[in-house]
Every structure is written in C-alpha cells, then in structure tokens.
C-alpha cells in the first residue's frame, strides 16, 4: 500500500489497480513453467538417446570458473565489440531486471507481511533508477541486434552473401522488446494517476518521461490502459518463458551448459582410436558414433558465425563453413534423434532398439566431403566459439571414417599416407638420408653420444626439405654457439605422423608415433626441441596417450630464453622491415605468442610490424589438417591471402616459426612476384644472422630461394 510521503516512506504499492490479478496470474505462470518444463525435458530426452558416453564432469573446481567466466561475467561474448555490447547489454540488463522482479515479489509475499520492508526511502529511489537504467539497457540491446541483423547484415551472419535471418529471430527480439516496453507503459500510467501522491517517481525516470504522453487522460480510461498493458506484459513474458525450449531462446540452456562441459584436455588434444582390432569401423560416420556431448554441442549453436568470421578455408571461398557444418548437423540431428527416443520407447528396458536406417548418408551427403576436406584444422572456429562448441575433432572423426572405414580420400593423401608407410616422410625420400643435413655441421645422434640435455626433433621438413634443412643448420648452429647439449635420432627418427593424423588416417599415426616413442624411450629422453609447431604440438599433447611424456618446446621459446640469459648476443643489426605470422599450431593451439616476438625484438636494428590479423585471430597459412599435402582447386589460395596481408603491411620480410608456414609464405611471395622485394625466414635464421658468427657451408645461402 503507498505510504504518505515523508523521510523514509518512499515507495509504490506492488499490485497497483490489479489487486485481484494474483491468482490468476500465478496459474498463468504455472502454464508457462508447465510448458518450459516439458519443452526441456522432450529436449533432454533427445540430448541422451544418443551419443556414445564420454566423462565431461572432471575438475568440476575449473568447470565451475569456466561457467562463472563465460556466462556470468560474459568473457567469451564481450570478445568482439559489438556483438560482446550488444549482448551484454541484453544480459547483464535482463539479469537486473528479473533479479529485481524477485526482489519485489519476495517484499510482497515475505517481509513486508512480517513487518519488514526493503523497498522504501532511498533503497526504494536506487532500485526504481536501476530499474529503469537496465531497461533502457536490454532495450537498447535489441535495437542494436535488429539493426546489426536486417540492416547492417554482416556475412558472418549468413553464408555467401546469404542472409540467415528465420521467423525465430525476429519473435525473440520482438519478445524482448515487447516486454520491455510494455513494463515502461505500464510504469508511465502507473505514475501518471499516482504521480500527486508519489512524487519522487522521478527516480524512474524513463517511465517519469513516458507519462508525461498519458497525461490528458482521466484516471478512469488510465487505469483501464493500464489494466490491458499489464496483462499483455503478462502473456508476453510468460510466452518468452514457455517459448524458451522451442526456439533459440534455448541456448540461455545450452550454451551455459556447453560452457561447463567444455574440454578440460589441452587445446587441439584429439582422442585417439583405442581398438583397432575388434572394431567393425572407425570415426564417425553417424550421429550415434559421436559423444553425447558432440552432439550436444549442436544444440548449444547460437548461430553468431563468429566461428565463419576468420575460417580461412570460407573467407578464400571453399564451400566450409564451420556454422554451417554444425547448422546441418543439427538439422540432421533434430531428425533423427526423435526417432531414437520412439525407439528406446518401444524397446523398453533391456529390449533391442529398432531404429530406422538413415536416408541420408551423413558423411558424404549431410556434410559434402568438399566441406570436410576444406578444413586446415587451424583452430579458428574453437579459439573464437561464443558457445564453446568443438568443431575440429568432429571434423576429424568424420576424416577417419571415410579413411579408414571406406577407404574414400584424395589421391594426393593416397600417394602422401603411402610415403609415410614406406619412408616415414611425406616426400618419400629415402629414411636413410634423414640425417645427411647434419653432417657438416658436427651434429650427433644419440647413438652416437646419449649425453645431451635435449633430443633435437628435426621432423620430415627439417631432414628433407631443402628450404627446412636451412632452418636446421641454421638452429644447430645457434645451440652450439650458446652451449647447449643436444642430439638427434637420425635415422631412427619418424615422422610425427600430425598429418596422418589430422587427416583421417589415426592407424598410420598411431605407428609412426609408436615407433618415435619407442626410440626416444630407449634414450631416456626427457627434453625436446621441435622446430615444426606440428611435431611439437604432437609430441606434447598427442605422444602422451601411448607413453610418450617429454618435456617438449619450441625453438622460439628455447631461443627467447637463451637470450634472456645472455647466453646467445645479437650484436648484428638487420635491416628493413619484418613481420610474425603466427603458426596455428603453435599459436592458437600452444599459446605460443609472446617468444617469438620477444626474440624479434632482441635483434639490433629491428623493424617489427603486425598484420591486421595476428595473435589468437591470425590468418592460417593454409598447410594444416593435411592440406600441405592436397590441391586446392577451388577458391582463392589461402596462403595467398595470407601473403597479401603481409604485403599489405609494407614488410620486406615474413618472419615465421614453422616450416609448413614457411613453404606456403614463400609459394605466396612467388605467387604475387614479389620474390625481388621479399623473403620468408625462419626465426632461427633470422637469429643465426644477427648473431654475425661464420656460417655453415649449406647456411650461407640462407635467404637465397626463401
């Protein structure tokens, strides 16, 4: 009941001109919670009838964090500015919002009735200003989403140029809105009869503004105005809640929940095939054969396309689209998943499920294989998910299936897989030759001296390339210098297998690790320097699942830190202007950013510029996920992109930290004929340089060919 106006008695009654709506309003409401729950439980039918199992509840401390971080505090959303406003906007304003709706109904039916009440005097002027602010905010929100979605059109939020705007999209906003403005009506008449008896409803100060349009009108037709808003606000915000499981509303659901399930092994880790021998076929090539939570991350989908934004194989016209991937599979398991549940029905407990053969073959025609092919597992689409959703490993299943299953893959894996069986390098090379490189430059195996502090991993590029040998000499050259203890496997060194791997063919990779493993075992190897951010990220995340547990860096954080120490000079000064493309894999995938840079920045003379896209939204290179070794022959080439940026920057130099990197900026450099006014090196070439020691016969002509 509204008090006289005096020190403290500041306030409004609650169920003002609708003192008789309550009960009716709670069997409303109920309806509303009726239908949510059902929506969510026909949902969570159809998110376990499916899905192999798979333990996502461990370190629940870091998944806890994880859900206050990025659903709470908003960090993942608010990563892009507009979207992260826009958003925030919405949420952080609803939040207020509703937590202000209990507030008033607790003060309703708990402590005003036992003689206490909060919302009066100055507490009572607070939150009506709040009140309003935060309306205002969610307001604003939507208008900034309707205006970004159907006038601004951004492409991440269709496909090709396409809009992907659904009748869904347009209902939410509306909800939102309706609700929203209705509460600011509804206000405004309130204060507009009342406003004699309440003056200090100032304080609400957007519906203070709107009664001043209901002031012609007598307290009769207000009241009735007011009667009519108040239940429309009703039915609209009762419709936003039972809408919730039927439409997008459902990522409040989801996407929160994706967040706490999120993959607790380290970045890019892809969980090996553990049967080879009693399974009838291997990856995934229907929905079943995905985890739970693979397929649950379908549903957490919220369609921003932040995921399309950076994917280098979209934006140089392939037919990928990681939004689009998961849109389709969603659509396929919104199908599907259906019938599981009538299934498990019908079978009851204990009884055999009888589900009905697919129509569409998921790999193959769901998923055209040009999209599963066109992917370089360059980490984009998982580094920059608002939802956490994890498209690469699904990609790679996928990948298995059609290789080890159906034996269906370009012919350039075909000829790729078959060198690596045969030579253990993609090239094909004699396994012989792998050492050669070090010959002159006095490096030894570990045959030939196990008394070293770090096993030197060369990778394939570095044995057999000619333009990655130069990095190894170039390297070997620089740990002598410093001091430092190392040696190499020489012929009993393997290729990694990261391709084989990444593309499909998991058998392949899981010999050629076994056998590296193996060898570094025996030697007692404890400490090892990859130059390939591949073999490096394979060998420190992927080597651990069959016993291989080195302590495994790059040569950039190996080179950072021996001139931290002083134990390497960089007394000649360089000239021109140079500039880092990021690895994926040892950026995105690592967190590898800082070192190489440091290590730019020692060099005398330096003159370092960024690309646009750099640190976590660099631009691929386009050699992961085993496209360094397939055609691309549809689209722009994505290491010409990548070129032109760096051209774009006026650098005369690309300094990179990975041979894959290397080979695509230098073909990109040729590409754009530019091979008169630019290089591409590798930062331990760029070290070796400024260190001004004498070179190696095979290193003196360095930047020659780059």
């Known amino acids: 009941m509204v008090q006289p106006i005096g020190i403290g008695n500041e306030g409004r009654e609650v169920f003002w001109n609708a003192e008789h709506f309550e009960p009716f309003l709670f069997l409303f409401t109920a309806v509303a919670l009726g239908i949510l729950g059902y929506g969510l439980y026909r949902r969570y039918q159809m998110w376990k009838a499916m899905g192999k199992p798979e333990m996502r509840m461990d370190n629940m401390g870091e998944r806890v964090k994880l859900l206050l971080q990025n659903v709470l505090l908003q960090v993942k959303t608010s990563a892009d500015a507009y979207p992260g406003i826009m958003h925030g906007l919405i949420f952080f304003g609803f939040f207020v919002l509703i937590f202000g709706a209990a507030f008033d109904a607790t003060e309703f039916h708990i402590t005003e009735p036992l003689g206490v009440a909060f919302l009066r005097g100055n507490f009572y002027l607070v939150f009506s200003f709040l009140m309003d602010l935060f309306g205002l905010a969610v307001l604003a929100g939507v208008l900034m989403a309707a205006d970004r979605r159907y006038l601004k059109k951004p492409d991440r939020l269709g496909y090709k140029g396409e809009p992907d705007n659904r009748p869904d999209d347009a209902i939410v906003l509306l909800l939102i809105g309706g609700i929203i403005v209705t509460g600011f009506i509804i206000e405004a008449l309130r204060i507009s009869v009342t406003v004699e008896e309440t003056p200090w409803e100032y304080w609400s100060f957007a519906g203070y503004a709107l009664s001043h349009f209901f002031t012609g009108l007598d307290t009769d037709t207000a009241k009735a105005a007011h009667k009519f808003f108040w239940w429309l606000h009703t039915f609209i915000a009762l419709g936003f809640i039972g809408y919730i499981p039927f439409s997008r509303l459902l990522h409040i659901v989801t996407t929160s929940a994706n967040h706490?399930?999120?993959?607790?092994?380290?970045?890019?880790?892809?969980?090996?095939?553990?049967?080879?021998?009693?399974?009838?076929?291997?990856?995934?090539?229907?929905?079943?054969?995905?985890?739970?939570?693979?397929?649950?991350?379908?549903?957490?989908?919220?369609?921003?396309?932040?995921?399309?934004?950076?994917c280098p194989a979209y934006l140089s016209g392939k037919p990928l689209s990681p939004k689009k991937l998961v849109q389709d599979l969603k659509t396929y398991w919104e199908q599907r998943a259906p019938l599981f549940v009538a299934a498990q029905k019908a079978a009851g407990e204990g009884g055999e499920m009888q589900i009905p053969e697919a129509e569409k073959a998921m790999v193959g025609e769901v998923i055209d294989?040009?999209?599963?092919?066109?992917?370089?597992n360059c980490m984009y689409c998982m580094e920059n998910c608002s939802a956490s959703i994890e498209h690469v490993p699904k990609i790679i299943n996928m990948r298995q299936y059609k290789v080890l299953t159906e034996a269906d893959f370009a012919g350039e894996l075909q000829l790729t897989y078959r060198n690596m069986e045969n030579n253990s390098n993609p090239w094909g090379v004699g396994s012989h030759v792998r050492a050669d490189w070090a010959k002159e430059v006095g490096v030894k195996t570990l045959a030939e001296d196990p008394d070293v502090e770090y096993l030197f991993y060369v990778g394939c590029a570095g044995s057999f390339d000619d333009r990655g040998k130069k990095v190894s000499i170039a390297l070997a050259k620089v740990l002598q210098a410093a001091g430092v203890k190392f040696g190499i496997l020489g012929t009993e060194e393997s290729c990694c297998g990261d391709s084989a791997m990444r593309g499909g063919n998991e058998y392949l990779y899981q010999t050629l690790a076994q056998m590296n493993i193996e060898a570094m075992n025996g030697y007692g190897v404890k400490k090892i320097i990859a130059t390939c951010p591949h073999g490096y990220n394979a060998l420190k995340k992927d080597y651990p699942h069959f016993g291989g547990n080195f302590e495994v860096y790059h040569h950039t954080e190996i080179l950072a830190d021996l001139i931290s120490k002083g134990k390497i000079t960089l007394k000649k000064p360089v000239t021109g202007t140079y500039v880092y493309h990021d690895s994926c894999f040892l950026g995105r995938y690592n967190q590898v950013y800082d070192e190489p840079r440091k290590v730019l920045k020692a060099v005398p003379g330096m003159k370092l510029t960024e690309m646009e896209r750099n640190l976590a939204k660099s631009f691929?290179?386009?050699?992961?996920?085993?496209?360094?070794?397939?055609?691309?022959?549809?689209?722009?080439?994505?290491?010409?992109?990548?070129?032109?940026?760096?051209?774009?920057?006026?650098?005369?130099t690309i300094a990179v930290g990975c041979p894959f990197c290397l080979t695509m900026m230098s073909d990109g450099i040729k590409d754009h004929k530019k091979e008169e006014?630019?290089?591409?090196?590798?930062?331990?070439?760029?070290?070796?340089?400024?260190?001004?020691?004498?070179?190696?016969k095979e290193a003196a002509s360095t930047e020659e060919g780059a």
């Open 677 to 696: 006014t630019m290089v591409s090196l590798d930062i331990a070439e760029i070290v070796w340089k400024a260190m001004d020691l004498e070179p190696a």
């Open 620 to 652: 691929c290179c386009g050699a992961g996920g085993a496209r360094m070794w397939m055609e691309e022959d549809i689209g722009e080439r994505i290491n010409d992109m990548r070129t032109g940026q760096a051209i774009e920057t006026g650098a005369d």
């Open 260 to 310: 706490f399930f999120m993959d607790m092994k380290p970045t890019g880790t892809i969980e090996p095939i553990r049967d080879f021998e009693n399974a009838e076929t291997f990856g995934v090539g229907q929905l079943e054969e995905f985890t739970w939570k693979q397929n649950f991350d379908l549903d957490a989908c919220t369609r921003c396309g932040r995921c399309q934004d950076g």
């Open 369 to 376: 294989l040009h999209e599963l092919w066109a992917c370089t």
